[in-house]
C-alpha cells in the first residue's frame, strides 16, 4: 500500500495556493506488466482544485509497484498550476 506522508501545495495560475493532505489521495490501479522480476502494478490518484476564476487545477501522480511489495517511483503532473511542495511517499506492509 502507498502511502503519502506530509502534505502537498499545489499554486494556481493566479497565485492561490492549495494544500493537499495525504487522506484526499484515493489510489487505484491502472495498469501493469510482468517484468523480469515479477508483476509491476502501476497506481494513479488523482486530486482537483478550483482557482478563483473557476479554472480546474488538476494533479495527478502514478506510482509504481515493483517488484511486489516494493514502490519503484512515484511521478506527478500538474494541469493549470505548478506543484510547490510534494508528499513523501513510502510503501507500507500491511500484514496478511
Not at 11 to 34: H, K, V
Not at 43 to 48: D, L, P, R, W
Not at 83 to 90: G, H, K
Amino acid at each position: 500500500m502507498i502511502r503519502a506522508d506530509g502534505k502537498a501545495v499545489v499554486e494556481a495560475a493566479t497565485g492561490e495556493r492549495f494544500e493537499i493532505s495525504s487522506s484526499e489521495l484515493d489510489w487505484n490501479a491502472c495498469g501493469g506488466d510482468e517484468r523480469g522480476m515479477g508483476a509491476e502494478t502501476l497506481y494513479e490518484a488523482e486530486v482537483e482544485r478550483e482557482d478563483r476564476n473557476g479554472d480546474t487545477v488538476t494533479v495527478r501522480w502514478e506510482a509504481s509497484e515493483y517488484p511486489v511489495g516494493a514502490l519503484n517511483h512515484v511521478t506527478n503532473d500538474v494541469k493549470r498550476g505548478t506543484l510547490v511542495a510534494n508528499f513523501s511517499f513510502s510503501w507500507e506492509h500491511k500484514p496478511e
